[in-house]
């Protein structure tokens, strides 16, 4: 978390800058979120400021100002005049890192922007700007230097006194500097126009980053945190970002650290955390062969978790079901395809383990030398892979290449140094960066050891043949089992030796692999991404269209189509249906953040660094649509089977300040595509047939240009059902499961009509028989029977209760004496009761047996015989009275009436 600032008047109204996840805004002191700056393109957040004068006047510095090795970089300011609700990039593109915005408390267009510049490399557009119409133009009223920017900014109220802290910082894959000379604090009296270097009662030696700000209560006084060679880090807890203070109440207190968001209203004795943020910031993502499937993330400084990708409940996921397995910075994730119960879990700098989901037990198995002289080298990230030829074989990424066939237990070298061998402690940061050594301030902070193994890929047709890539630039392939290697690098014709961050072996040919490389820790964030289909002889550029912007973090082929092709970038996912030749990306919901990792296992598993895991369930539409020219004008994709699963209730949800995300879909997912647009009145409809040819469920779906997705719930359709506000027992009624078998899906459109075959499965897990569930359903049937009959015979009964209040109006004070009207009153009364649709009606008593009848699979009861029994017995004698007043009562009623009105 980057940055908090909430609207001081109305402190509910709450703006959060997350470091690679955009900006989120609640309106209801954190109860729920929005994220209001998903359509834009860069989702990392330096700096959010409210102007004092109009609360509807918001700015946002993009790109970060932290200087981490996953540190992400933005593409300058934005503003928004209604209140964080639309935005617009007011410029200063170049920046990539933003520390803070400061708006005249007594002009919204007059602001001030502190550019740190970039992380990775010198630029010119660094320091402190100004604009003083509105963003419409920018001045550099402060600078220093291409390696030098500015990463924090006061003004006092008065407007014209601003104080500002120069930064000198540079990381590269190898190491960091965060200050030096032209680091330091300067002084504005005059608006910003000239600026004063401050020395006096300051560390008279170099000195890093400066946290600077104004008491609110006196703007003589200016508080500073200065980083020296002699400072003190004192934590409480990882990484504080932000904090804002309410002033009008400073009990109350808003902090942002990398665990999230925390609310204090007693001056931080006791603190609420914000748990329904969805920010996770995840390294990698892996899944397993259960049903649902778990999926197993490592993430920013907040360990390692596992968690179903859905579950059985009517409810929504929650936290609930998230199991903590490791510690630290979670990073690569593995799991045992032999045994589910185990899963390998790495933290940083090679610290790698087993962990047991049974027991929880976490054995650590890094791997150590045998020679007392040697000593591997890990990286940050380090690079796993359980062979995709023998699950008992797991690789693991030093310098060299190691792997294990028993968990870890003992460890065979597979290769020789596969890195450069430099002393990257020697290697120089750029130009105007001084070598460091013991004086550096910051030196090398948060880096880990350079030269080692980032990426590990071997070949599902041949064994043997592995692939891998190093954080100085290497690519490295043996085609027998590490025997012999080739030093592929050269062929690629890079000028640059940048960090390999992906390579990936085909599925479907030992030939054909793939390459990417990161070179954004060079200052060089264009995409890099390559494919061979020689066996690694000669490689060819497929990064086209790619965004020139966007480094490639890492790389999937689809199991079932080679040519479809996913690439998770610095600024979201692509995708390739013409294996590389173009590249597209999905828009819909998906927003522009850093894909880290891309699973395929029938759904597109997302692992984002900034907006946790996302889930494209089903991608067989992906799989098999056919996007050229010629293509038809209606498209009905492959329709996945489906398992009926029986739902259970969980108990009462939370609330909103709990984490809640909708539970994966258990129906069937028809999709299909539209080349055309229409006037909009032909209609889209659907129609599931079984076995027999009979329709058991028909559905409309949006008729508009594109693909288009409508879930069906593998359930028959009721000629009645009541609202579902009218819930039971069993919750809001519902129509029953279709019996296990093969439905035809039928598309009707645009004059068109197409077919798809799917399978329905009965739940595996169930303890019932086929005579059983044939039994169910047989009841079920009846009460599918009973429920259409009862909708005719209700229609008919409404009709007959309006004419006889309306008849019963007509008489008015000529009411008769005579029982006629009240006898009909009374039956009317009764039939009231009889037709009313909630519980315990008889159509309400119907439908809770059927919910009870879902909730097992077991054969129906005698008792939910004799309900059902007593249901049509209620029913047929309310019928049956109806019909009594249709045929003798009513007419009467309406001679009556006709007799009294028309004397």
Do not use: C
């Not at 990463?151 to 190898?174: N, P």
């Amino acid at each position: 978390m980057d940055d908090i600032e909430a609207v001081p008047s109305d402190p509910r109204i709450i703006f959060v800058g997350t470091a690679s996840g955009g900006v989120f805004r609640t309106l209801n002191n954190g109860t729920t979120w929005q994220p209001v700056f998903d359509a834009q393109p860069a989702l990392s957040i330096g700096d959010i400021a409210i102007a004092p004068s109009d609360r509807n006047v918001i700015w946002v510095g993009t790109g970060e100002a932290n200087n981490r090795q996953s540190s992400t970089w933005g593409d300058g300011v934005y503003r928004s005049l209604d209140g964080g609700t639309t935005w617009q990039n007011m410029g200063l593109r170049e920046t990539q890192s933003i520390g803070r915005i400061v708006i005249d408390p007594r002009d919204a267009n007059t602001v001030f922007v502190a550019a740190v510049g970039h992380l990775f490399g010198p630029n010119e557009q660094r320091g402190l700007y100004r604009t003083r119409n509105g963003g419409k133009s920018w001045e550099k009223v402060l600078g220093v230097d291409t390696n030098t920017g500015v990463t924090d900014v006061a003004m006092a109220a008065d407007g014209r006194t601003l104080f500002a802290a120069t930064y000198l910082r540079r990381r590269r894959a190898w190491g960091f500097v965060g200050g030096g000379a032209t680091s330091g604090l300067w002084r504005s009296l005059d608006g910003g126009d000239s600026w004063q270097h401050i020395t006096s009662g300051l560390p008279d030696e170099d000195v890093g980053r400066i946290g600077i700000d104004i008491a609110k209560s006196d703007p003589n006084i200016v508080y500073a945190l200065i980083f020296t060679s002699d400072s003190v880090a004192v934590r409480v807890h990882p990484d504080h970002h932000a904090m804002w203070i309410d002033p009008s109440d400073p009990r109350h207190v808003m902090l942002g650290n990398d665990g999230g968001v925390y609310f204090t209203y007693d001056g931080g004795r006791q603190w609420d955390y914000v748990a329904n943020l969805p920010i996770g910031q995840f390294y990698d993502v892996a899944v397993d062969a259960r049903e649902p499937y778990w999926i197993y993330g490592g993430t920013q400084d907040n360990g390692t978790y596992a968690f179903p990708s859905g579950t059985y409940s009517r409810g929504p996921l929650t936290d609930d079901q998230v199991m903590h397995i490791g510690y630290g910075d979670g990073f690569q994730v593995a799991t045992d395809p032999a045994n589910s119960r185990f899963v390998y879990t790495n933290s940083q700098n090679g610290r790698g383990y087993v962990f047991d989901l049974v027991t929880r037990e976490e054995r650590r198995i890094t791997p150590v030398a045998a020679d007392r002289a040697e000593r591997y080298r890990f990286n940050w990230n380090t690079a796993i892979l359980v062979s995709p030829n023998d699950p008992h074989v797991y690789y693991y990424g030093a310098n060299r290449l190691l792997r294990t066939i028993d968990y870890g237990t003992t460890w065979q070298v597979m290769s020789p140094d596969l890195t450069r061998g430099q002393d990257w402690r020697k290697l120089p940061l750029g130009a105007g960066i001084p070598a460091r050594d013991r004086t550096t301030l910051s030196r090398d902070d948060g880096t880990s050891e350079y030269g080692n193994i980032t990426t590990i890929s071997e070949s599902p047709k041949a064994a043997g043949t592995i692939y891998v890539g190093t954080d100085d630039g290497n690519v490295q392939l043996t085609t027998d089992g590490g025997a012999h290697w080739t030093n592929l690098t050269a062929r690629f014709g890079l000028t640059t030796p940048h960090m390999v961050s992906s390579v990936l072996t085909s599925r479907f040919d030992a030939h054909v692999a793939y390459v990417a490389f990161d070179g954004h820790t060079d200052d060089d964030p264009k995409p890099y991404l390559f494919k061979t289909t020689d066996g690694g002889v000669t490689w060819t550029s497929i990064a086209s269209d790619l965004p020139a912007g966007g480094s490639v973090k890492t790389l999937t082929e689809d199991p079932r189509n080679p040519r479809l092709l996913f690439v998770g970038t610095e600024f979201g996912l692509f995708w390739s249906v013409d294996g590389g030749r173009h590249w597209t990306f999905p828009a819909g919901g998906l927003p522009h953040v850093m894909v880290d990792r891309a699973v395929i296992n029938g759904d597109l598993v997302l692992g984002t660094h900034g907006r946790g895991v996302i889930i494209l369930d089903d991608i067989a539409p992906l799989e098999t649509w056919d996007a050229s020219s010629s293509a038809a004008e209606v498209q009905l994709f492959p329709v996945r089977d489906a398992m009926e699963v029986y739902q259970w209730r969980d108990l009462p949800l939370p609330g909103a300040r709990t984490f809640m995300t909708p539970n994966k879909p258990l129906g069937a997912l028809i999709t299909y595509y539209l080349a055309k647009d229409t006037d909009g009145s032909a209609a889209v409809r659907i129609r599931v047939l079984g076995a027999d040819n009979k329709v058991v469920r028909e559905m409309a779906g949006p008729s508009t240009r594109g693909m288009h997705r409508v879930e069906w719930d593998l359930r028959t359709q009721f000629a009645f059902v009541p609202p579902p506000e009218d819930s039971g027992y069993y919750g809001p009624p519902r129509s029953p499961f279709v019996p296990p078998g093969d439905y035809t899906i039928e598309l009707v459109a645009r004059g068109t009509t197409l077919k798809r075959t799917m399978h329905v499965r009965a739940d595996p897990r169930v303890n019932t028989t086929p005579e059983a569930l044939r039994a169910r359903w047989n009841m079920m049937t009846q009460i599918d029977s009973t429920s259409r009959y009862f909708a005719d015979q209700r229609r008919t009964f409404v009709a007959i209760d309006s004419e006889y209040t309306r008849l019963v109006a007509a008489l008015g004070a000529k009411l008769p004496a005579d029982s006629l009207v009240s006898s009909i009153g009374a039956t009317l009364t009764t039939l009231r009761a009889r037709f009313g649709q909630s519980y315990p009606t008889p159509i309400g008593q119907a439908f809770d047996l059927l919910g009870g009848l879902e909730s097992s699979s077991a054969a129906p009861t005698e008792a939910e015989q004799r309900t059902l029994d007593v249901v049509k017995a209620d029913l047929n004698d309310a019928y049956a009275k109806l019909q009594a007043l249709i045929a003798t009562q009513m007419p009467r009623l309406r001679e009556l009436v006709r007799s009294r009105t028309t004397r």
